[in-house]
């Protein structure tokens, strides 16, 4: 019985040779990027923004049945409503470590790449007959895909749930053209259970879809919301208003949830999209800013614009500016540009932070159909252009030099974006590495552990369990498994009533400890020190790091 198992997994894996190499790849990526964030965290490269707060608020719920954090002073739901929470705490329930989530986060992230290969592999087909080719071609988005600085910005910073979106994004697209209707649901589902406002991408996705299926590709899709009748009758318009109609329904659910849970009574019909640095908070906000005040709306879009300019070149560079040749498509990065280019936050267009998700799964979407426009054109004009030699002609209908041929420029292809992308990753080479001004990306050769994070880690296992902790940004991840630690300079009022804090610790004279002017930790600890309120108890000189406990008890 086993013998026939094993012959049938034998023969799948020969068949699916190709998906299985891709898989491969992108699970090798997975392990890559977790080793850089378990190096990044014995690195004290993390921070209380926000792997330390979501770690906690995990830790939180097993303990107290809420996502309250004192990072926020109340509960972590009523800010950024991810009910995709309540799937991390069964693993986190045995886990119970912020590494835990960095890791999950990072193999979502990884095989978000083995989707965009499915992707290539399902439209290119329709264009390119060889299997080598084809295969070559996927492999090469996939391997865009992991080396993508915009990728890697979702692992350099530490952890955010928004990371997880290029995966189910790309993954909803996939069952669309694959006509899996109930995963395509489930994919939106878990879209807008990441944030309630990714309902605005949810909606531009399904949009998207609808016009999809009237295009010369689209019409091959059988199915679509409904199964009852092709993708473009009455039925699925009707199913699309409907969804649309539950994913408002949702958004203003969200919306009166968030204020119940942060005690405010008070509803409005216009959730906001909840972005930093603007005059408006909404897409309609920001429409009537354009006709009401165009000067106003000039000014904030040319605010940052150096950043915003290079950063949007980069985007489309890195991927051969093949997304501009399927404009279509470019609809799907409408709410990321809506959301960030109005803004003069800088985070929003800058290497590093987790905001490349939202146009991440839309850019490689819209480049592999950019490709598959251009070889339905070159087609075209290979078979309308009656100038071209017959030597020529047989030349290239000589199957073996064609595919030589392909093969090649496909590999320079692959090389020229690698060229391109590496050097603005994670995992870029010592001397080798462009870091644009305003860039946070870190570097895996640049995260060395020191020994202070295996401090810190021994510290947190020997504290009571109940302990009322105050740390600074950096430091708290390594204390989340407590209810009450409090982060400088973050956590609201955590300079009032120091007494209550029975530990303290801190990177002396450290970028966050001086943070908070004359609330700064640094001036916390000097005068805690001086007045005898506090005592030293531990240090770890290597990591200038102190563990000061309050006399009192």
Do not use: C
Not at 96 to 124: D, K
Not at 429 to 438: F, I
Request: glycine share 6%; net charge positive; aromatic share 16%.
């Amino acid at each position: 019985m086993l013998s026939g198992y094993n012959v049938r997994i034998s023969d799948y894996i020969k068949k699916h040779r190709g998906d299985f190499i891709a898989f491969s790849i992108a699970l090798v990526f997975s392990v890559i990027f977790s080793i850089f964030s378990i190096r990044q965290y014995y690195s004290l490269g993390t921070s209380a923004y926000d792997l330390g707060i979501n770690a906690q608020e995990l830790y939180s719920f097993i303990h107290t049945g809420s996502f309250y954090t004192p990072l926020l002073n109340e509960n972590a739901l009523s800010q950024h409503f991810t009910i995709f929470k309540f799937l991390q705490l069964p693993l986190y329930y045995i886990f119970p470590s912020p590494v835990t989530i960095m890791v999950l986060e990072n193999i979502f992230i990884a095989m978000a790449g083995y989707i965009v290969y499915l992707l290539s592999m399902t439209l290119l087909k329709d264009h390119i007959k060889s299997v080598r080719i084809l295969f070559l071609l996927s492999i090469g988005f996939l391997l865009s895909y992991e080396f993508s600085p915009f990728s890697e910005s979702l692992v350099s910073f530490p952890f955010h749930n928004m990371a997880f979106l290029p995966f189910f994004f790309l993954l909803a697209f996939y069952a669309f053209l694959t006509e899996r209707r109930v995963l395509h649901i489930v994919s939106i589902v878990f879209i807008i259970s990441l944030h309630a406002n990714f309902v605005y991408i949810a909606a531009i996705l399904l949009l998207y879809e609808f016009l999809f299926i009237h295009t010369v590709r689209g019409r091959t899709i059988g199915t679509w919301l409904s199964r009852k009748t092709g993708p473009g009758g009455i039925r699925n318009f009707v199913y699309f208003i409907i969804f649309l109609g539950l994913l408002y329904g949702y958004l203003v659910l969200a919306f009166v949830m968030k204020l119940h849970l942060a005690g405010i009574s008070s509803v409005s019909v216009l959730p906001t999209t909840g972005e930093t640095g603007t005059p408006v908070g909404s897409p309609i906000g920001l429409i009537f800013l354009l006709f009401e005040k165009p000067g106003e709306f000039i000014s904030i879009i040319w605010s940052n614009h150096g950043y915003k300019r290079f950063f949007l070149n980069l985007l489309f560079k890195s991927n051969l500016y093949l997304p501009l040749f399927s404009p279509l498509s470019l609809i799907l990065s409408l709410p990321y540009g809506m959301y960030a280019i109005p803004s003069s936050y800088s985070a929003y267009y800058q290497l590093g932070y987790q905001y490349s998700a939202m146009v991440l799964g839309a850019i490689y979407i819209s480049a592999i159909l950019g490709l598959y426009n251009l070889l339905r054109l070159s087609k075209y004009i290979y078979a309308h252009f009656k100038t071209v030699p017959v030597s020529i002609h047989r030349i290239l209908k000589i199957r073996l030099f064609k595919e030589i041929t392909g093969i090649s420029i496909v590999g320079v292809l692959i090389a020229i974006i690698l060229v391109i992308s590496i050097p603005y990753g994670i995992l870029s080479t010592p001397g080798t590495e462009l870091t644009p001004h305003g860039s946070v990306m870190n570097n895996i050769y640049k995260e060395v552990p020191d020994g202070s994070a295996v401090f810190l880690i021994n510290v947190s296992a020997s504290l009571p369990p109940n302990s009322y902790i105050l740390t600074e940004n950096t430091l708290m991840p390594y204390f989340s498994n407590f209810l009450h630690v409090y982060a400088s300079p973050y956590s609201p009022g955590y300079y009032n009533n120091i007494s209550r804090y029975q530990y303290i610790i801190i990177q002396n004279n450290s970028f966050w400890a001086l943070q908070g002017g004359s609330h700064s930790l640094q001036n916390i600890v000097n005068t805690g020190l001086q007045n005898g309120d506090y005592k030293l108890i531990e240090e770890y000189k290597p990591g200038n790091i102190m563990v000061l406990k309050n006399e009192r008890y």
